[in-house]
Structures are given as C-alpha cells and as structure tokens.
C-alpha cells in the first residue's frame, strides 16, 4: 500500500514511524511533514486546508489510503470532499465526515449528543453574545472553580478554568467579542468536575472498534500543572488507575453508547476516537471527544501497539475490523515535549537543534522542525516529544529525561515533572 500522511506534528511522525514498520506499506507521504516524517517516508509541501493541493498531490502519488492527522481538515468537511470527487471517492480515508466531526468542531453539539444518549457527562448550558445576561447569571449560580469552553476549535488552548467569579464573567466577555475568533461566539460553561484525567482511545469502521492503549497527558505549560494551557507537554501509558474495572465502566457506559448513537444518528463514521474523560471517585465521566489521535498522547500509544497500524486501518477501510487483532506492549512508555520559550503564547523559530546525534534508547518525534542544509531548526512551539520504554513508569520517565537533557536550542523549555503524580 501507498500511505498518505496528512499533518506536521509529532502525531503524523508517530503514525508514520509506525506505519514505517508495516510489511503492507511500500510507500509513505507526508503532508506536509516534517523534519522527523522525513525519515519515514517523502514529505509533500501542501496546505492540508487547501483540498484541492490534497487533492492533486494524494492522485500524484498515487495513494492508496489518506489517513488524516489534525482536526481542522475533518472539521472543514476533507472526508465529504473525496466522497464527492470522482477520483477520490474510491481511496479509502481515516477519519470521520464534517457531520462526524462535529463530536470536536462544536462542544455545544457534543455535550447535547451525550445527553441524548446517555453518556456521563457534566451539567452545562451554552450561550451566545445574544444572552450574556443569562450567562452571567448562570455562572454566579454555580459554586467555582468555573469551566468556559470555546464551542469551535482553538487548537487545545479554548478551555479556561477559573477560581473567582470575576475572573470567570471577564473570561466569558473576553471570548464572546472575539478573544477565540469563530470558535469562541458560542461559549459552553459546565460544572466542575473533580477527579484525574485519562484518555481513551478508539479506532473503529462504523459498527466495530478496537480500544488503543489509554494515555494521560499533561496540558499546562508550567511545572505542577500550573500556567496556561497547551496542546500538550508530555504523556504516559498506561496509566496506573485506568484499572480492567474502570476501563469496563468505560466501555459500557461510553464508548458503545457513542458508536451506537452515532449509528442511530445514521453517522457514518470511520476513524479515531479519542475519549477526554474525567475519573471522578473511580467513574469515568466525558470532558470532551475529539475525532481523531492525541499529541502527545500518539506517541506514546503508538509504540505500545505490538500489531500491525496498517492492518488495523485496512480492517476501518474494509470495515472488517473485528477480523484484525491488535496486541500490546506491556512496557510503559513517557514522552516528554520540548517547547519554544513563550509557548503557547508567542514565542521565536528557526533555531538550530543541537544533541540529536547523542540520544540513545528513546524515539524522538518531531512536531515543530524542519531542514535546511542537513541542519535542523525548530519551526513551531512544540518542537520534539522524546519518548521511551521503562519496565516500570519510572524507567521510562528517567530514559525520556536522560535523553531531553542531551538536546538544546536557544530558548528551549521542557516541563521536568511529567508523570510523577502516578509514581
């Protein structure tokens, strides 16, 4: 099979290393890649918004599968796109249609679809610039901490959680005039809910799913989960309390009513599915869906996947995916992002990368790279995830900080406690 990637980040060099590993692959392409999914396969410069560019270059290579990395082109429809082109129709595509999508396109649609069908969730309601008077009342109806989540996509940072009152109602004036663009003219305010964060993830062809190895990830930029949030600044698996009885729970109660309501819904949908969930005094409840694979939670699920990735994607793309058998790893395994100074605020690129050529025993993946001369630079915010094995949580998060340590730009930032809650 001829693989097209589309993203640059750390989860398209993930699933592209992993890709790398199939007897089923002869070629992969990224697009557009970046200096890391170079060394899986041939990085494409294309816009992945453009459709079209996606288009032209998946029918120039002559691919045989597209499997879609970030949301943004499955929120604006890309699935839909191909169905309706005559050369593209028949190329199977990972990922959901614009309708599917909607599950992380619009929180508002999401929360609704769990209360339809039943899925433990928090209590919410959402508001527009229309009734901000009711918004406000509601948010001083409610005990804090206080959650505001931008309807839209804001690429992980449109969450805000916020311990005075005052801070909440400047919050939610901030994002209905404009603080997050589209995304934020809707704003869904919910319930706090206490407990610890796990993801859940699927990958499933419509009727059948495949649960992938749980991760926990840690979103705020500075140490002891503190600062704003991120996309992302490390991850672990598995994950100590996702127990066999909780992950039962997880099952029951959320995954299979959400692949079923989307069928009911009569939502075809052939992908990830990637569960936010909260575990709140050992019941699992849902944050948020997003409608494909995590980053950084990708890389480190995707090296404890001992079975083939391409054959499970065959098995989404025949929709015999019950047929294809998936094994895991036992190890753990950490990953520990290294940033730009500033990020996710502003921060500078294009500073050479040095230590590369020292690590050992780890797998760097690349999000914000790219090359020139033979020469790396970074070229985004997050710029590597260094990932590594352990017998134990412990063993992994030393080998990951051992080989972060050897790696320097200028202005580089990791934070240095990933993981150690679960020790």
């Not at 619009?106 to 527009?128: E, H, L």
């Not at 309390?241 to 039962?248: G, L």
Request: proline fraction near 4%; aromatic fraction near 10%.
């Amino acid at each position: 099979m001829k693989i097209f990637i589309i993203g640059s980040g750390g989860r398209e060099h993930a699933i592209a290393w992993k890709l790398a590993q199939s007897k089923k692959v002869e070629s992969l392409f990224i697009a557009p890649g970046n200096a890391g999914t170079q060394t899986c396969g041939m990085n494409i410069s294309i816009d992945p918004m453009n459709f079209q560019e996606v288009r032209n270059a998946v029918l120039s290579v002559g691919a045989d599968m597209v499997v879609v990395g970030p949301e943004a082109p499955l929120v604006a429809g890309l699935v839909d796109f191909f169905a309706g082109d005559e050369q593209l129709k028949n190329i199977p595509i990972i990922g959901p249609g614009k309708q599917a999508a909607m599950l992380e396109g619009s929180k508002d649609f999401a929360k609704n679809f769990m209360v339809k069908y039943g899925i433990p969730t928090a209590q919410f309601r959402t508001f527009d610039i229309n009734n901000v008077g009711e918004a406000r009342n509601y948010l001083q109806s409610m005990t804090p901490p206080y959650v505001l989540k931008a309807d839209g996509l804001a690429a992980g940072k449109g969450v805000m959680i916020l311990n005075t009152i005052d801070e909440a109602l400047g919050e939610l004036d901030a994002m209905l005039t404009g603080k997050f663009g589209e995304a934020g003219r809707k704003v869904v305010i919910e319930e706090f809910l206490r407990g610890i964060e796990v993801s859940v993830f699927v990958v499933t062809d419509g009727r059948n799913y495949r649960i992938l190895p749980e991760a926990k990830d840690y979103k705020r930029a500075g140490e002891g989960d503190t600062g704003p949030n991120t996309g992302g600044m490390g991850a672990v698996s598995p994950v100590p309390f996702a127990t066999e009885h909780f992950m039962y729970k997880v099952e029951k109660r959320i995954i299979k009513p959400t692949i079923e309501g989307l069928a009911k819904e009569g939502i075809k949908y052939k992908g990830f599915i990637f569960f936010g969930l909260m575990n709140a005094e050992g019941d699992p409840y849902v944050i948020e869906y997003n409608v494909r694979l995590g980053d950084p939670e990708a890389e480190v699920i995707l090296p404890r996947i001992e079975s083939d990735l391409a054959d499970l994607l065959e098995g989404v793309a025949m929709e015999n995916l019950k047929k294809r058998k998936i094994v895991f790893d036992k190890r753990f395994v950490s990953t520990v992002v290294m940033v730009s100074e500033g990020y996710p605020g502003k921060y500078e690129k294009n500073k050479e990368i040095f230590g590369l050529n020292l690590v050992s025993d780890c797998i760097v993946f690349h999000s914000g790279t790219r090359t020139e001369n033979g020469k790396i630079f970074t070229n985004g915010g997050r710029v590597l995830a260094v990932t590594a094995y352990g017998s134990t949580l412990y063993e992994a998060l030393q080998n990951s900080y051992r080989n972060a340590a050897l790696i320097s730009w200028d202005g580089m930032y990791y934070r240095t406690e990933i993981g150690f809650d679960l020790l």
